[in-house]
């Protein structure tokens, strides 16, 4: 039997798979939040192979090779270690436990709850066009990797991918990509190791490498044409751009890495499985990845652009070539699990923040989480449909993934100000978030019309950063910040309040009083938008009802009584 007659066969069971998977999880689904959130019981073992699944993606898989052949192995590695430690780890450790702490669901959701409706919305759009590229960029990377092994079609490999992915995650929603991330990361971790097992006994050990390496420099600083990758360069690819794009703008400004976090069962599961995955990423898939980049360079120097035909972004497909039938299907099936595991935690990031904060904020402002499942279940199907434009964006892979990050680069800044620095207004954040994305999309729109190339001097996202970060910084320096960021404001928990709680702050105020003392809880156990339950915080401490831990990182959203008003409950 040959070698797409086994990967077909062992692909249709991984579907089968899929499905039953998919069939299973239905039953868990009782309402929006088990669909986008699991209903915050995931535990931390699972939440790690949900990190794993999502830096094991198609981006990956075809940058990782890609960039050793391009520029050696410390410009391929040093992508990842921008990625993993720049953002996956540094986002667990000081960004997690605030975020599960404001029991926000979505970050735009958080962006209402930190300054207005009106930046909520705005990055609710930038977010959902960040995602869906993201997710473009993952079906069409493993589609270029499959084709470029097995010969089939590129448009037919992508139908059957985004079919498959599709159908999937409108079945079970997050729990059904949580249950598959953990089957699909036991695939990877297997399936890898034993392919650069196959590639050293069949073409020998690193000595091969640094031996036969077609370029005239070390193959660990330059690739097979004698490029590398430039450090502090503004132009993309560079270390510098990686960071921005790829550590800040990719992983602190995206909704579903929110979502891994707000799904955890507790603060310590979700900054846990951040840092664990990214050491895992590290030590696995990133480094037998690149290793497999040079093993590609080495042996097939002459089918890569320039001195061939095939991109370097495809060599994962091709390397796969000298390996037995039956390593180089489990190895195309692992990356494959990867990319599709990847994809759907994509689609139910945009789904769920077009859902919350957009069909509910402005249809169904009053609807139950159950009344929520089937719209969003249909928003998912409506906008894993608009993927399949993004799929043909020019340049494909590389520029595709820069430019969907690129849109994620506002709501980063955000984040980070929104968090750390009580000053930042309302009207700075706005002013920043239309700045960024008006010159986001401007920039844009000049370079795919050919009218300007920014690429020329510098990457999108950099000026993004840019100009977001100033003009959030210098209105919020010239307008009036919300009460807890003015230089006179006080609350020790030591004042005393004439104001009459209505039902609702009773409500919360006997909650704290019981033990529910952070918003995460208090959201919850109100059910209502995290707005809401927002609102009714701040009113109490403004009237110094209660006050908080810190008005600064997670102990803004941990709450106590104030002496004088114990015996209001």
Not at 141 to 157: K, P, Q, R
Not at 379 to 398: D, E, K, S
């Given at each position: 039997m040959g070698f797409n007659g086994f990967f077909s066969i062992i692909f249709i069971l991984f579907i089968i798979v899929l499905v039953i998977c998919g069939w299973i999880t239905k039953k868990w689904v009782s309402g929006s939040n088990d669909y986008f959130i699991a209903g915050r019981e995931v535990g931390v073992l699972n939440n790690i192979f949900g990190v794993v699944a999502i830096g094991f993606a198609g981006t990956i898989i075809t940058l990782g090779p890609g960039l050793a052949i391009q520029s050696g192995f410390w410009g391929s590695y040093g992508f990842g270690m921008a990625y993993l430690f720049g953002g996956l780890a540094l986002y667990g450790l000081p960004f997690a436990p605030y975020i599960r702490r404001s029991g926000a669901h979505t970050l735009p959701e958080w962006l209402e709850m930190r300054f207005d409706s009106k930046t909520r919305t705005l990055i609710t759009l930038?977010?959902?066009?960040?995602?869906?590229?993201?997710?473009?960029?993952?079906?069409?990377?493993?589609?270029?990797?499959?084709?470029?092994?097995?010969?089939?079609?590129?448009?037919?490999?992508?139908?059957?991918?985004?079919?498959?992915?599709?159908?999937?995650?409108?079945?079970?929603?997050?729990?059904?990509?949580?249950?598959?991330?953990?089957?699909?990361?036991?695939?990877?971790?297997?399936?890898?190791?034993?392919?650069?097992?196959?590639?050293?006994?069949?073409?020998?050990?690193?000595?091969?490498i640094s031996n036969n390496w077609p370029g005239d420099l070390s193959y660990l600083t330059s690739g097979i044409t004698n490029g590398s990758l430039p450090v502090f360069s503004l132009q993309y690819p560079s270390l510098l751009t990686f960071i921005i794009l790829f550590a800040c703008f990719l992983v602190w400004g995206n909704n579903y890495y929110w979502l891994r976090v707000s799904s955890t069962r507790s603060e310590s599961t979700a900054k846990k499985s951040f840092v664990y995955a990214a050491i895992i990423l590290a030590?696995?898939?990133?480094?037998?990845?690149?290793?497999?980049?040079?093993?590609?360079?080495?042996?097939?120097?002459?089918?890569?652009?320039?001195?061939?035909?095939?991109?370097?972004?495809?060599?994962?497909?091709?390397?796969?070539?000298?390996?037995?039938?039956?390593?180089?299907?489990?190895?195309?099936?692992?990356?494959?699990?990867?990319?599709?595991?990847?994809?759907?935690?994509?689609?139910?990031?945009?789904?769920?923040?077009?859902?919350?904060?957009?069909?509910?904020?402005?249809?169904?402002?009053?609807?139950?989480?159950?009344?929520?499942?089937?719209?969003?279940?249909?928003?998912?199907?409506?906008?894993?449909?608009?993927?399949?434009?993004?799929?043909?964006?020019?340049?494909?892979?590389?520029?595709?993934?820069?430019?969907?990050?690129?849109?994620?680069?506002?709501?980063?800044?955000?984040?980070?100000?929104?968090?750390?620095?009580?000053?930042?207004?309302?009207?700075?954040?706005?002013?920043?978030?239309?700045?960024?994305?008006?010159?986001?999309?401007?920039?844009?729109?000049?370079?795919?019309?050919?009218?300007?190339?920014?690429?020329?001097?510098?990457?999108?996202?950099?000026?993004?950063?840019?100009?977001?970060?100033?003009?959030?910084?210098?209105?919020?320096?010239?307008?009036?910040?919300?009460?807890?960021g003015q230089s006179d404001w006080q609350n020790d928990g030591h004042h005393t309040s004439t104001h009459q709680l209505d039902e609702k702050e009773l409500e919360v105020l006997t909650l704290i009083a019981n033990g529910y003392n952070t918003m995460a809880e208090i959201r919850d156990m109100l059910g209502v938008d995290s707005a809401v339950s927002n609102r009714i915080i701040e009113k109490l401490d403004q009237n110094k009802i209660i006050y908080r831990k810190k008005y600064s990182g997670p102990g803004f959203y941990t709450f106590y009584i104030s002496e004088a008003s114990q015996k209001l409950v």
């Open positions: 930038s977010s959902i066009f960040g995602l869906l590229g993201i997710m473009a960029n993952n079906v069409l990377s493993m589609a270029l990797v499959t084709t470029g092994f097995t010969g089939w079609s590129l448009i037919a490999t992508l139908s059957a991918i985004f079919l498959m992915f599709l159908i999937f995650t409108y079945v079970g929603g997050f729990w059904a990509i949580s249950m598959t991330d953990f089957i699909q990361m036991c695939i990877g971790l297997v399936a890898l190791p034993a392919m650069l097992i196959g590639l050293m006994t069949n073409y020998g050990g690193f000595s091969f030590v696995g898939p990133y480094l037998i990845l690149t290793l497999s980049g040079l093993y590609a360079g080495t042996a097939f120097a002459d089918t890569f652009a320039p001195n061939g035909d095939v991109s370097p972004m495809s060599a994962f497909g091709v390397v796969l070539k000298g390996l037995p039938i039956a390593i180089a299907a489990f190895a195309l099936l692992g990356a494959l699990a990867a990319s599709i595991s990847t994809s759907t935690t994509s689609l139910i990031g945009a789904s769920s923040t077009a859902t919350r904060d957009i069909y509910q904020k402005y249809y169904r402002p009053n609807a139950t989480p159950k009344e929520l499942t089937f719209p969003s279940k249909i928003i998912t199907m409506v906008l894993g449909l608009l993927v399949w434009v993004l799929c043909f964006y020019p340049g494909g892979p590389l520029f595709l993934f820069a430019f969907s990050t690129a849109w994620l680069g506002p709501p980063s800044v955000l984040v980070l100000l929104g968090i750390w620095w009580k000053r930042t207004t309302m009207a700075g954040a706005f002013t920043g978030a239309v700045v960024g994305i008006g010159l986001t999309t401007l920039f844009t729109i000049l370079e795919l019309t050919n009218i300007f190339a920014l690429s020329q001097f510098t990457h999108i996202g950099v000026v993004g950063l840019i100009t977001t970060l100033l003009a959030t910084v210098i209105v919020s320096l010239l307008t009036t910040p919300n009460y807890y």
